[in-house]
């Protein structure tokens, strides 16, 4: 009996630690892509690129801002950051902690939609789609998006192409 709770305890520990170093390497990859991203933009400072939560500055310098229709939140590089930590006060708050959770998603989805339309322009909806269902393919695409610079896209042609996609 001793035996079979040791190789559960150690099957255990082994799982975990192939869990933590996964998602070490997602961190990693996301990380560096991140990085390579801020380089090609002219973003600075690029080193924020591994800080956790933070790193999301780089992400809305390179967006500039947030489009949901005709509601623009400008400054992204500062609400993308900040937008975890009310999600986290408002994280013990039943109902409220629903709706900060769902205005999240939709302000990272249109955060995503946008980074993706600076660069892969044809998928954007494609790969918006698999990064909010699918989280874990984030860092394979801004890890893709490395040495690439993103195109500039003006407010105008965003809605020329949001009226050819429809």
Not at 70 to 86: C, G, K, N, S, T
Request: net charge negative; proline share 6%; with cysteine.
């Amino acid at each position: 009996m001793d035996n079979l709770w040791a190789i559960g305890l150690s099957t255990f520990i082994y799982l975990n630690l192939l869990v933590l170093l996964a998602v070490l390497a997602l961190y990693v990859l996301q990380a560096v892509g991140l990085y390579g991203m801020a380089n090609q933009a002219g973003v600075t400072p690029r080193w924020v690129a591994f800080i956790p939560v933070v790193n999301a500055y780089i992400w809305g310098k390179i967006i500039k801002e947030i489009r949901i229709s005709d509601y623009v939140i400008p400054r992204a590089e500062i609400v993308l950051p900040v937008a975890p930590f009310v999600y986290a006060l408002f994280h013990n708050i039943n109902i409220i902690n629903t709706l900060v959770f769902l205005c999240l998603l939709v302000l990272y989805a249109v955060g995503y939609y946008r980074l993706y339309s600076l660069y892969r322009p044809d998928n954007m909806a494609v790969y918006t789609v698999l990064s909010v269902v699918f989280p874990f393919v984030v860092p394979f695409f801004f890890y893709s998006f490395r040495d690439e610079s993103p195109l500039d896209f003006s407010p105008e042609d965003e809605k020329e192409a949001d009226a050819d996609a429809k």
